[in-house]
């Protein structure tokens, strides 16, 4: 069964404190994982996609890397304005749809 | 340009009664879809819409309906709203169903059913 779970549940960083998100996956064959942000209220925000290991993708702060079992997003030198709730999400080959199957989230609160 | 639009933001049913969630999206994209979000349970896909025209069954479709009204519209029903239908609603869309395009997501609709 397709799963993807996300760890830690809650993390919580100092202002320029650096540290990784994880997120682990089993799918059939992955046809790209996504990572989301939410801000309390609010709908998921896109922010990156990745398709194949080894691949990394970065965003101002953020950069996400992948390999054939998990991903991770590593957040350098946060600030608070980057607490928020992070969605991992995973899209398996050979569905007919564009179904993602979402992991519970990671929410980091970060501290001036 | 709003990107996916929601109406209302929050709604308070009692059990039994019927509603109709709207959702809007003005970016062109040929696919919807309808989540909702539990705690501790992650968004799960309610209902899907490929095309205009076209609607299919998603994780957790029971108790809900949906009509892809046109390219722009797709709205999510509960006939008789049940506490377990307490949820955050989210409908987001894509450009195409078949490929790895990214969703992009509205607000949400925050409903409790008494």
């Known amino acids: 069964e397709d799963q993807v779970t996300q760890s830690p549940e809650a993390l919580r960083l100092q202002e320029g404190e650096s540290s990784s998100l994880n997120c682990s996956y089993t799918?059939?064959?992955?046809?790209?994982l996504f990572w989301y942000r939410q801000d309390p209220g609010k709908g998921p925000e896109f922010l990156f996609t990745?398709?194949?290991a080894g691949e990394e993708k970065e965003k101002e702060r953020l950069k996400a890397t992948l390999t054939k079992k998990e991903s991770f997003l590593h957040i350098t030198a946060p600030k608070p304005e980057d607490s928020a709730t992070y969605l991992c999400?995973?899209?398996?080959?050979?569905?007919?749809?564009?179904?993602?199957?979402f992991g519970t989230g990671t929410l980091l609160a970060v501290q001036p | 340009n709003a990107g996916v639009t929601q109406t209302p933001k929050f709604q308070v049913l009692k059990t039994g009664q019927s509603m109709t969630l709207q959702c809007a999206q003005d970016?062109?994209?040929?696919?919807m879809y309808w989540y909702r979000q539990d705690p501790g349970m992650g968004l799960r896909l309610i209902y899907y819409?490929?095309?205009?025209?076209?609607?299919d069954k998603g994780e957790v479709p029971n108790g809900y309906n949906v009509s892809r009204l046109n390219k722009r519209e797709f709205s999510l029903r509960l006939e008789s709203a049940a506490p377990s239908q307490t949820s955050v609603y989210f409908c987001a869309s894509s450009d195409r169903l078949d490929s790895s395009y990214e969703q992009y997501f509205g607000p949400g609709t925050r409903l409790t059913v008494t």
């Open positions: 990745l398709y194949s």
């Open positions: 970016m062109n994209h040929n696919s």
């Open positions: 999400a995973v899209q398996a080959h050979g569905g007919a749809t564009n179904k993602l199957i």
């Open positions: 799918v059939s064959g992955l046809r790209g």
């Open positions: 819409s490929a095309s205009e025209g076209t609607t």
